[in-house]
């Protein structure tokens, strides 16, 4: 999500003549797009902006936007305290507060500034920044903002605010737009993506939405993610089974494999429930490779509720398992009523079973690749090696003096580990 939401603030700043620069002390505005899902994305901003302070000390005219969840929708007034030096603050996903200072700073007089100014650098087609054209193959495009589910250890909705879905019609011209630029594979963003245009003035869903996409050309591939195990319909699996540009990829989490502890995060659907769904994705979509997101050691789980969850993923067996440990958040339910009791050592402990669980099981799920063929579509060439994903999301890396930047090609797969493949070119 803050990916894109970059892209598009670069997009409106190159509009306006600025220039991208990887050394910081060269930059007039410096933008730090924030998360704080966790302490540690937290700390993690925190830090990097505590960094830009000598920087600001030296140039007083570089302008700091901070930007992203550190602000929210409803705004830090305690960050703003602390950090009085940063210039303009925006919410999540919206470019708007920096480029109206930057209009309002270079204008001489203030009646010269207008809304339809600011409006035609924000509006229209993203035009990518110069950096990736040509070069963005595979670009995120959110469709969903916010959310309204509030499971109780979750500062999203309270930080990107409530659930609303993206125009149809919008998300079709950026697409299109995207598409003619050169991008090859777009990913469908939302944080419960499955329940997109249900919210809309006139509702429609995600499975009508990919079959519209799927018509646009130099579109090559589609995922999207991430989806709430309540809301994948059979007509959306249906969509991934028939629409071939639709990757066979689902980004489903279960957070626990304990029903009390599903409850406890109000989770709203029960380890059955799941398995279930689970099956239902396997029978519908074969060879589909299916992503989890798992949180360890939430408050009051018991050594034996985690178990729980270590046999679910022991049998259930995905591609991809996202470990977290619990992280109490400002502001959740979980933070203000439940006592965060399992101790850091504990809930290393079990992110460290279920990661050797995890390298274990994707070990084997990649090693029934070893000597197939399969499709790849190139990304990016690092340390003279491609680098690219099958429709899986498996990456491969091979080596090659073409290029191969964008490009779907076959490759046959000679050396498979638990977090990558690599393979030479069949065609
Ligand atoms: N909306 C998506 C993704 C939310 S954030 C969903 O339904 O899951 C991505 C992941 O971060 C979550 O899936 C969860 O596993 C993890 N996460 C969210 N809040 C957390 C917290 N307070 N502590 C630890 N992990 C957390």
Redesign the pocket.
């Known amino acids: 999500m803050n990916v894109a939401d970059s892209h598009r603030l670069a997009s409106a700043l190159e509009k306006m003549g600025y220039e991208p620069t990887r050394q910081p002390h060269h930059a007039d505005v410096i933008v730090l797009n924030t998360c704080v ?3 540690s994305a937290e700390d993690k901003a925190i830090g990097r902006l505590s960094s830009l302070r000598p920087l600001k000390d030296r140039n007083p005219n570089l302008v700091v936007n901070l930007m992203g969840c550190l602000i929210g929708v409803r705004g830090n007034q305690k960050i703003l305290e602390r950090f009085p030096w940063v210039d303009v603050v925006s919410p999540p996903s919206d470019p708007e507060p920096l480029i109206r200072y930057l209009v309002e700073r270079s204008a001489k007089q203030t009646s010269q500034i207008n809304q339809a100014q600011i409006n035609a650098l924000l509006d229209g087609d993203i035009i990518l920044p110069k950096a990736d054209q040509g070069r963005l193959v595979s670009a995120f495009i959110p469709i969903v903002y916010g ?1 309204s ?1 509030a ?1 109780t ?4 909705p309270s930080k990107r605010g409530i659930e609303h879905s993206r125009p149809y019609d919008e998300i079709l011209n950026e697409v299109n737009s995207f598409a003619r630029q050169g991008v090859k594979e777009v990913t469908l963003l ?3 993506v499955d329940r997109y245009g249900l919210d809309l003035p006139e509702p429609t869903t995600l499975s009508a939405l990919l079959h519209d996409l799927h018509k646009i050309e130099g579109i090559k591939r589609i995922r999207f993610l ?3 195990p309540n809301w994948m319909t059979d007509e959306l699996l249906e969509a991934v089974q028939t629409l071939p540009k639709v990757c066979p990829h689902i980004e489903v ?1 279960i ?1 626990s494999g304990d029903d009390v502890i599903l409850k406890a995060m109000r989770r709203g659907y029960t380890v059955n429930a799941y398995r279930d769904l689970i099956a239902r994705i396997r029978q519908r979509i074969p060879d589909v490779a299916i992503a989890t ?3 360890v050691g ?1 408050p009051g789980e018991t050594p034996e509720q985690f178990d729980n969850t270590y046999a679910l993923l022991a049998d259930l067996r995905m591609d991809v398992a ?8 400002d502001g ?1 339910f ?2 203000r009523k439940l006592v965060d009791d399992v101790s850091d050592a504990e809930k290393t402990r079990r992110f460290r079973k279920l990661e050797e669980l995890q390298e274990e099981i994707a070990s084997e799920i990649n090693a029934r690749l070893l000597g197939k063929t399969v499709n790849v579509l190139f990304e990016a060439q690092k340390r003279g090696r491609w680098r690219g994903r099958t429709p899986t999301n498996k990456l491969v890396f091979v080596d090659s003096p073409h290029d191969l930047l964008g490009q779907e090609r076959s490759v046959t797969i000679e050396w498979t580990g638990p977090w990558s493949l690599i393979g030479t070119l069949t065609s």
């Open positions: 899902v966790r302490q959310c589910h499971c250890y979750c500062i999203i939302g944080q419960i991430t989806s709430h989490p957070q997101d798992i949180i939430f996202h470990l977290a440990r619990y992280s109490p958040r959740t979980s933070a």
